[in-house]
Structures are given as C-alpha cells and as structure tokens.
T-cell receptor, first 114, second 112 residues
Framework: AQTVTQSQPEMSVQEAETVTLSCTYD???????LFWYKQPPSRQMILVIR??????QNATENRFSVNFQKAAKSFSLKISDSQLGDAAMYFC???????????FGTGTRLKVLA | GAGVSQSPSNKVTEKGKDVELRCDPI?????LYWYRQRLGQGLEFLIY????????KSGLPSDRFSAERTGESVSTLTIQRTQQEDSAVYLC??????????FGQGTRLTVV
C-alpha cells in the first residue's frame, strides 16, 4: 500500500525568506501524481502545485516550486519570498494514475513570522 | 456552481441523533470523495465514488457511517446514532482522471 510521510509537524519562516517542506512517499507504481495542498484557517483546501511522475522537470508555480526526486521518492515544496498569507497547513498527497484515490500526509503547519 | 458546495456549513446535533451531510460536486467530475478531519489533524479517508463503479468504502470507521451518490451528482454522507467522537470537519472533494481534487469548505459537525 502507498504511504505519504511528512516528518515536520511544524515549520517557521521569516517573512521574505525561503522555506522547504519535506514529503516522502512509498509506492511500487511507476505512474502517479503528487500534489501539495494548502489549508488556511478558513479550512478550504487549495491546490498549490502538482507533479506528474513521468515528468522529470520540477513543477513551479510563481513562488512555489518542488524538488521531485523519483528514485528517492521525495517530493519537497519550496516557498520563496514567504508572505504572511502563506501561513497554513500544507498537505502532501499521492494519487496513482490508475485510481482516483488520494493518500494524504499528516500535514505541516507553516508559521510565517513578520 | 463553480466549485464544490457542502451543506450545512455547521451542524450541532445531540448525541444519538442521525445527521446527513450534503455535497454538490463540480459538474462533470466523475470522482467524489469524503474525508474527515479532526481538530488539528490530517485528512482521514472515508469513501470515494468513481463513475458507475462500486464505491471504495474502506475508510468508513463503522457501520454507523454510510454514503450515497446519485449518478455523477450530489452525495450525502449519513452518520447514524452520532457519538461525540464523530465531531470533526467533514470535507468533500470532486475530481476527474486528469485533474486534481477540488475541495468544498467542509461541514463542521459538533456532537453534544
């Protein structure tokens, strides 16, 4: 069975600085999707970034980028120029390309310090 | 609507009562998911529906929990004989094969 591990329950970053959130996963499949979701206090889950496993190029979305290491089964999220609005819970998620079921990590709470 | 809609936003119920939570997915999305999120915790998978396939119910915690979906539209999650440990936010999401899951704002259930 697939698993997703986020080993950092909480992280802090100074405003305008860069922070990296870690995520590792375990799977025997070769084709899958990986996601980072953000959940602010409003509790609305919002997609931050997605990565298809067959793509070697790391996904980027403005200040958000990932470091996808397929062999190591690692999928970290880098947030550059952190803003107060980035404060939230961040969840890493895995989905096999053959199914629709998402497996979520336990989350990392990010605090942004002014 | 443009997004996933859940109702009610908040529900307070007495222990032992039954509750129904509703989810309206994004039109055209074949997959629909229910998750439970206890305070300060991660997402706990409950059930998902995909098209006409049998739903994956592997996450339902007890037989007090059930869910239905009408075709590729509305879903209801029913909790019978609610207990205090059922208090949580219940999140619904919908998606398709080539998109990510889009989430609703959740229903906060409080059992008193």
């Amino acid at each position: 069975a697939q698993t997703v591990t986020q080993s950092q329950p909480e992280m802090s970053v100074q405003e305008a600085e860069t922070v990296t959130l870690s995520c590792t996963y375990d799977t025997s499949e070769s084709d899958y999707y990986l996601f980072w979701y953000k959940q602010p206090p409003s509790r609305q889950m919002i997609l931050v970034i997605r990565q298809e496993a067959y793509k070697q190029q790391n996904a980027t979305e403005n200040r958000f980028s990932v470091n996808f290491q397929k062999a190591a089964k690692s999928f970290s999220l880098k947030i550059s120029d952190s803003q107060l609005g980035d404060a939230a819970m961040y969840f890493c998620a895995y989905r096999s390309s053959g199914t629709y079921k998402y497996i979520f990590g336990t989350g990392t709470r990010l605090k942004v310090l002014a | 609507g443009a997004g996933v809609s859940q109702s009610p936003s908040n529900k307070v119920t007495e222990k032992g009562k039954d509750v129904e939570l509703r989810c309206d997915p994004i039109s055209g999305h074949t997959a629909l998911y229910w998750y439970r999120q206890r305070l300060g915790q991660g997402l706990e998978f409950l059930i998902y529906f995909q098209g006409n396939s049998a739903p994956d119910k592997s996450g339902l915690p007890s037989d007090r929990f059930s869910a239905e979906r009408t075709g590729e539209s509305v879903s209801t999650l029913t909790i019978q004989r609610t207990q205090q440990e059922d208090s949580a936010v219940y999140l619904c999401a919908s998606g398709s094969r080539y998109t990510e899951a889009f989430f609703g704002q959740g229903t906060r259930l409080t059992v008193v």
